[in-house]
């Protein structure tokens, strides 16, 4: 079995900085392209940004320039360094990754998601 598990959500004021994590753990071989998605109230899930096994990065329009992903391959981690946070960055922040497990199996993984807001 394959988990990603999500954390350092909470509650922020508008301008702060938040690190969110994403941790992977089972049976795993490698892990592809990592990515994060958010999903507001009312809205669809959206894409936030993503990294390669390479390191190469890419974000939504949205959040260049203020957010920064991350990854350690040794210990199948993700993070998202989140800084001058708007009350529009305000959601539930899922991590999303392609892993291979040991036994040849390779699928598309979700987290169960880490709320972020950003209020006063």
């Known amino acids: 079995q394959v988990q990603l598990v999500e954390s350092g959500g909470g509650l922020v004021q508008p301008g702060g900085s938040l690190r969110l994590s994403c941790a992977a753990s089972g049976s795993i071989f490698n892990i592809n392209t990592m990515n994060w998605y958010r999903q507001a109230p009312g809205k669809q899930r959206e894409f936030v940004a993503r990294i390669t096994s390479g390191g190469f990065t890419n974000y939504a329009d949205s959040v260049k320039g203020r957010f920064t992903v991350s990854r350690n391959n040794a210990q199948n981690t993700m993070y998202l360094q989140m800084n001058s946070l708007k009350p529009e960055d305000t959601a539930v922040y899922y991590c999303?990754?392609?892993?291979?497990?040991?036994?040849?199996?390779?699928?598309?993984?979700w987290g169960q998601g880490t709320q972020v807001t950003v209020s006063s």
């Open positions: 999303n990754a392609d892993i291979r497990r040991r036994d040849g199996y390779a699928a598309n993984y």
